[in-house]
């Protein structure tokens, strides 16, 4: 039996290392992925500031297995009813079992020049791109920096852009401006929480303008909707998300069982999941780390029926996926805003629950050094010792439990 998993993001990798453990030694395990190291997105913002945390921010996908198979390609199509998955755009995978995680794209929404003009924040090389050419337009003089898309991760761009600014001693010089086309940023989160996050991007200097959808752009200047023009030195594009082009650019509607067709699942932020509940889930990395414990025992089940184990024939009972979140967190330069439950955290409390989260990821898939070094970066410490990776080196979790995923969101409409 061949059990594949296409993707080694969050919800991917997560939901591999559990199938390490858990499937019957007669099934093989096959991860695919177009890259060699596995990339902590929620952190990738940090780069824009601190090019050095790259190190601590990516993990050898190779390093996080035992048992699976590592296949370095593009999944370019996913037959989800046939079972068949094309790599490369040549070469044909066939499995058993199968799941699609995936990840999303930055959409674009065909707005006019945007996609031309705009950088998104999807991969390291985004973030050495937008660092270089923000740093080019401090050189010049007065900066204009806008940022389209006022969720989580456009919230995190800006804030790192106004942290450096101040580094750069160019602060007064520089016009940061962070877009959203709804009335609030963060606008799927809180009224509290949004409350806070306005009040912390206002407090490092960034102009916040809601309703204030972006129409198009060309390479100087940025169209709203209502006719306003802004011109800019550097434009960031946080405005949104579709799905991989295995999946035709699509994110499915997936149930709570999270199955897409026949024996295939999809997980994270590929599809759009409506939990047990009936809820849209949120496309973030903490939804999509709990999709894949799911996903897990879902295809654990499957794939003990189908090598036999003795249930009569009849179909195993599948589990529902309710996601119920702990909390939500979101950098701000070297602030922070957290809530969990009715409490809403700025200041060190919340900057150390950030660091917590990531942190505790890291641990959980193995690589305690990257998460000693990402303190480091975090708190701005200089030459945190191999003494402390050593002390708990072997204390690496698997997400059982701890802060793993905790409050982490990814992609363009959420953060960490």
């Given at each position: ?85 094309t790599l490369d755009g040549e070469d044909e995978l066939a499995y058993d079992v199968g799941a699609v995680c995936l990840g999303a794209a930055t ?233 969990f439950g009715g409490t809403v955290l700025t200041g060190p409390a919340a900057v150390a629950l950030k660091t917590t989260v990531g942190v505790g ?56």
């Open positions: 039996m061949n059990v594949a998993v296409f993707g080694a993001g969050y919800a991917g990798l997560t939901l591999a290392r559990r199938l390490e453990r858990q499937l019957p030694p007669e099934a093989n395990l096959v991860v695919v992925d177009e890259s060699e190291d596995h990339l902590v997105q929620h952190e990738l913002h940090r780069a824009i500031r601190r090019p050095s945390i790259a190190e601590d921010i990516t993990v050898p996908i190779a390093d996080c297995f035992d048992r699976a198979e590592i296949r370095r390609a593009r999944v370019t199509d996913v037959d989800a009813e046939a079972g068949v998955a959409a674009f929404y065909d707005l006019p020049g945007v996609e031309d003009h705009a950088t998104p924040l999807k991969r390291l090389d985004d973030a050495e791109r937008i660092r270089a050419d923000v740093l080019d337009a401090f050189d010049a003089g007065d900066a204009r920096i806008v940022v389209g898309g006022a969720g989580l991760s456009g919230i995190q761009v800006a804030g790192e852009i106004a942290a450096l600014a101040r580094e750069e001693g160019v602060d007064e010089a520089a016009e940061i401006t962070l877009l959203e086309q709804q009335g609030a940023v963060a606008p799927n989160f809180p009224e509290a929480f949004q409350r806070a996050v306005d009040q912390q991007l206002r407090d490092r200097g960034i102009t916040v303008r809601t309703d204030a959808a972006v129409a198009g752009a060309d390479g100087s200047t940025i169209t709203l909707e209502d006719g306003t023009e802004l011109d800019y030195d550097e434009f960031v594009w946080t405005g949104g998300i579709r799905g991989a082009d295995a999946l035709a650019g699509d994110r499915p509607l997936v149930r709570s069982r999270l199955q897409l067709a026949g024996d295939t699942f999809v997980v994270g932020d590929a599809a759009r999941v409506v939990d047990s509940d009936g809820q849209a889930v949120p496309a973030s990395a903490q939804a999509a780390i709990r999709e894949a414990r799911v996903a897990a025992a879902n295809i654990e089940r499957l794939a003990d029926h189908r090598l036999g184990d003795g249930s009569g024939g009849f179909e195993p009972r599948l589990d529902d996926f309710q996601f119920d979140s702990p909390g939500w967190l979101v950098s701000v330069g070297d602030g922070a805003v957290a809530q990821y890291l641990t959980s898939v193995g690589a305690v050094r990257k998460a000693v070094g990402l303190v480091g970066e975090e708190l701005d410490l200089d030459g945190v010792p191999d003494e402390a990776a050593d002390a708990i080196d072997g204390e690496a979790g698997d997400g059982e439990s701890g802060t793993a995923d905790v409050a982490v969101g990814s992609g363009d409409d959420g953060g960490s």
